[in-house]
Every structure is written in structure tokens, then in C-alpha cells.
């Protein structure tokens, strides 16, 4: 399995960013795909997760700001971020996690990552 992303960049506050991550190499029906981000020496922090049927669950601190979304003919997840914030600013990676009812697996649990793409908020 491959999963690259793009979209990544620098943009001052409040403004918009969009996130893709196109994977390969799979074949299976249950799986969940999520966006994870990470900053130096801190651990890598789950920002959302959506399964398979489309079920989604989001960290508290970007939901209503954030959105994920899929495009299952072209196997592209997408992660439409407005109003960012500088606290925002981080190394975000796309992940797939192989099974049914993950939407609350843990980072470590997922099986295939992405290289990451660097988000950057300046106030």
C-alpha cells in the first residue's frame, strides 16, 4: 500500500489549506483512512478518522473547522482546512488502518503512513 499527500503549504491565519492523500496497492472493503499530525517533540496526534461506511470522528480541536472527505472511484482522501490557526502548524500524514471499527484506533495502530506534507500557520 502507498499513500501519498499533497497540498500542503504556508498560509497566515484564518485562511484555508486542502489536503489530499491518493493511495494505492490495496484491495479491501473494511478499513478506516485517517489525518494525523505531529510537531518536534511532541507525539503524533490523531485530527481525524473515517471508515470505510463513511463514519468519521474528529479531534475536538479542529472539529467544525476541518473536513474529511473521500473520492472512492479515484482512492482520494481529502482534508479541507479552514480558519487555521498557528497552533495548526504541523507535519500532516495521511494513514490506513486494515478492519472494521476503527474509528478510534490509536496512531500506532496504523498499518500503511504516508511521507507527510508540512502545514505551516503564521499569525
Known amino acids: 500500500v502507498q499513500l501519498l499527500e499533497s497540498g500542503g503549504g504556508s498560509v497566515q491565519a484564518g485562511g484555508s489549506l486542502r489536503l489530499s492523500c491518493v493511495a494505492s496497492?490495496?484491495?479491501?472493503?473494511?478499513?478506516?483512512m485517517g489525518w494525523f499530525r505531529q510537531t518536534p517533540g511532541e507525539e503524533r496526534e490523531g485530527v481525524v478518522i473515517?471508515?470505510?461506511?463513511?463514519?468519521?470522528r474528529y479531534a475536538d480541536s479542529v472539529r467544525g473547522r476541518f473536513t474529511i472527505s473521500k473520492d472512492n472511484a479515484k482512492n482520494t482522501m481529502f482534508l479541507q482546512m479552514d480558519s487555521l490557526k498557528p497552533e495548526d502548524t504541523a507535519t500532516y500524514y495521511c494513514?490506513?488502518?486494515?478492519?472494521?471499527?476503527?474509528?478510534?484506533?490509536?496512531?500506532?495502530?496504523?498499518?500503511?503512513w504516508g511521507q507527510g506534507t508540512q502545514v505551516t500557520v503564521s499569525a
Open positions: 496497492g490495496y484491495n479491501y472493503s473494511s478499513y478506516c
Open positions: 494513514a490506513q488502518i486494515v478492519g472494521a471499527h476503527c474509528l478510534r484506533a490509536p496512531p500506532g495502530d496504523f498499518h500503511y
Open positions: 473515517i471508515d470505510s461506511d463513511g463514519n468519521t
